[in-house]
């Protein structure tokens, strides 16, 4: 079954701080359908009316001009979607992707504030380097994400940062963007309730919505959409 999430409840509010407070958080088991407040700062509104969105980076792969759209919706935290990076999207990227019959689009679900912190080091490196990066963290989501403490996971998270040629510092600034975190939730949040997804990963292929499959029903999909 599909790992669920109440895609619009639980992030109302959602308090923004550095990565350095992680020993003082609370605990919040991964899957939760609330995003723990993080401490050292005031609670701050995160609905997409209030909270500018436009300097998030939709990540592509790709032509841009390809005749079909797959945007995914995922969680790093969620072990169905490191499955499908694991294995059926190797698949969709050679047969598809690579060949200018796709255009994919990669969208962050937050069921949890560790996926949250894993999306924000994916970012880190800036498009460029968002694929890479976010392949290393699915590849790695077993240990991580039993790391133990917040603190141990954000130590995890930052060792992939740096196997994908992130210095410390950059990879701090990143982790300490209160702002960049706020805007990241109202940009899911958004695109959640556009897109009605309730389940991670989910697929919108040519506007029309598809829970998680096999790769030799997403082929027979695509395959009906390229040939229309």
């Known amino acids: 079954m599909n790992r669920r999430n109440v895609i619009l409840g639980g992030l109302a509010t959602l308090g923004v701080g550095g990565w350095f407070a ?80 796709v255009k994919f689009i990669y969208r962050e679900v937050y069921f949890d504030r560790y996926g949250l912190w894993a999306s924000m ?36 998270l930052r060792k992939i940062g740096r196997l994908a040629g992130l210095d410390n510092e950059t990879l701090d600034e990143c982790l300490k963007d209160g702002e960049k975190a706020e805007a990241l939730v109202a940009w899911y949040t958004a695109n959640a309730k556009e897109d009605d997804i309730s389940s991670t990963p989910s697929f919108v292929i040519d506007g029309k919505k598809h829970s998680n499959m096999s790769y030799a029903d997403m082929k027979e999909i695509l395959d009906e959409a390229l040939a229309g």
């Open 121 to 156: 080091v994916a970012r880190c490196g800036g498009q460029e380097k968002f694929f890479g990066i976010a392949d290393l963290i699915y590849k790695s989501q077993s240990e991580w994400t039993r790391a133990g403490e917040p603190a141990a996971i954000v130590d995890e």
């Open 22 to 101: 992680a020993n003082s958080f609370g605990s919040a088991p991964l899957g939760s359908t609330a995003l723990t407040p993080f401490v050292g700062a005031a609670n701050a509104q995160t609905t997409e009316g209030e909270v500018d969105t436009s300097g998030i980076t939709e990540m592509v792969l790709g032509d841009e001009n390809a005749p079909v759209t797959v945007v995914e919706y995922a969680s790093f935290t969620c072990p169905h979607c490191a499955t499908f990076h694991n294995d059926t999207f190797k698949k969709l990227k050679a047969d598809y992707i690579d060949s200018g019959k």
